[in-house]
């Protein structure tokens, strides 16, 4: 056996012992050719004879990947279908032992949509944040009032027009990250006791809002490929009196949805032929796998006057900034305005200044270049798994951004008893009702795979797998 042969064969018994994930990237030639103790030529011979077998794939200025293995892309939920009646939202405490699970040292994280930091440009925007310590020191430690700072309303203007949405930057109002921007929006359009129409399953942060202002929601089928249903919610419309509806049209959360452009527009004008206010969180508008951005719900809405727009940086920059925005209708600006005012003054001016920068050289556009192309990557991974150590019949959600997946397990499985299950093997999910004002979907969960690809998170999977197995087993 050649030299090449025999470091090509240990390559692969790494491989197979995984020390080298399915999917991951292999370390560097010269530190291969270190480790082996050979020439960096024998080392690319050894690449190039297992990247022939299938074993590893060159990928452009990247290097070399572990290739995936072969599997079947499991089954898609179907459309959900919740009884169109308006109802309180209860039960969200289980949202805050999710929480609190994810600062759990040791856990792997599953539960919360939040990325680990090796997804997001803390080095990039250190040095953004340094500067702006040097440059405004002073003005960076005062108050910067509603609506906030000049330097990063141009700059998010300008980031909204690339998605074909138009705006005056004086119309933009900063928020402590996009929970806040939902809040101050159905407070600026509604009041306690009005109907909320919502997607089901939605982001139990907003049913956390709706249930903190006294309003109703009311559940519309929802599509996990195309999004809100627009027939269904037609007809809510025509039953209830909806004060406004809240959505996520780009890769919606939880179940990572795309609303046609098609689609965007017909909602728009139902919107104006039921003098519905549309609330559009387009917080992962910028996560899409593919190299076009998808246009805002905001960019059809060409009179200005039916559609308020929320997003933040906490997906794409990092969570802790708090840094969010939002874009109003006139007859509705200064109203919010003065609830964000008397809410807490003033979003922090350091992070403000310091996106500003950030966003103004393009480190920004360099960062989503890369992260898209990695997310892209984390859903097949963990689709892939799923596949093959969960039960038969599991039905996954096939998003085309963000980071998050919907899971659809068997009828009898309780997915709050699997996530107490779960917490004991160190491991968090997200237990399907809480996405539902009336706690639905028991027997789905969601998972988040901003989580870089490990043996430890492929083990979790595969611990995950047994346990729904088990309650499969339990419940028959």
Not at 36 to 51: H, N
Not at 88 to 104: D, W
Not at 204 to 229: C, F, H, N, R, W
Not at 309 to 315: E, I, L, P, T
């Amino acid at each position: 056996m050649t030299l090449y042969h025999d470091i090509a064969s240990k390559i692969r018994d790494h491989i197979d012992a995984g020390v080298y994930p399915h999917g991951s990237r292999l370390p560097g030639v010269r530190r291969l050719s270190q480790q082996f103790g050979v020439s960096v030529s024998t080392l690319v011979q050894a690449q190039r004879q297992l990247e022939n077998s299938n074993v590893i794939e060159a990928r452009p200025r990247s290097g070399y990947y572990v290739s995936l293995r072969q599997w079947s892309q499991p089954d898609t939920p179907a459309p959900s279908q919740p009884e169109l009646k308006p109802t309180p939202v209860t039960g969200q405490e289980l949202v805050l032992q999710l929480a609190q699970a994810t600062n759990q040292p040791g856990f792997v994280q599953f539960g919360a949509a939040v990325p680990d930091e090796c997804f997001m440009p803390m080095r990039a925007f250190q040095r953004s944040l340094g500067k702006t310590v040097r440059q405004y020191g002073r003005r960076a430690a005062n108050y910067a009032f509603p609506p906030g700072l000049p330097e990063l309303q141009q700059q998010i203007a300008r980031r909204m027009y690339l998605c074909g949405s138009h705006v005056n930057a004086e119309r933009i109002l900063i928020t402590n990250g996009c929970q806040e921007a939902l809040s101050l929006a159905l407070q600026t359009v509604a009041q306690s006791g009005d109907i909320i129409a919502i997607e089901s399953p939605t982001f139990y942060g907003l049913l956390q809002v709706i249930e903190s202002l006294g309003m109703k929601a009311l559940e519309i089928p929802t599509d996990p490929q195309t999004g809100i249903s627009l027939p269904a919610l037609e007809l809510a419309l025509e039953q209830w009196p909806v004060k406004a509806c809240v959505l996520i049209p780009n890769f919606s959360n939880p179940l990572g949805s795309l609303m046609p452009d098609a689609h965007k527009q017909q909602l728009v004008k139902l919107a104006q032929r039921h003098h519905l206010m549309l609330i559009e969180d387009d917080i992962y508008g910028d996560l899409g796998f593919s190299p076009e951005r998808p246009r805002t719900l905001h960019s059809f809405d060409v009179d200005g006057n039916q559609v308020i727009y929320c997003s933040s940086f906490s997906k794409t920059i990092a969570q802790g900034l708090r840094i969010g925005w939002m874009v109003l209708p006139e007859r509705y600006f200064q109203r919010a305005e003065y609830l964000k005012y008397v809410a807490n003054l003033a979003a922090p001016t350091l992070p403000q200044l310091a996106l500003a920068d950030f966003l103004a050289h393009g480190s920004y556009e360099r960062h989503l270049r890369q992260v898209k192309t990695r997310y892209a990557q984390q859903v097949s991974l963990f689709t892939q798994a799923i596949s093959q150590h969960f039960p038969a019949g599991t039905k996954v959600t096939q998003p085309k951004g963000g980071f998050v997946l919907w899971v659809e397990l068997a009828e009898n499985v309780d997915t709050l008893q699997l996530m107490q299950q779960a917490l004991q093997q160190k491991v968090s999910i997200a237990p399907g009702q809480i996405f539902s004002a009336t706690q639905k979907y028991r027997n789905c969960i969601r998972l988040s795979c901003a989580q870089p690809w490990t043996v430890g998170v492929e083990q979790a999977l595969v611990i995950l797998g047994r346990l729904v197995a088990c309650s499969i087993n339990a419940g028959k």
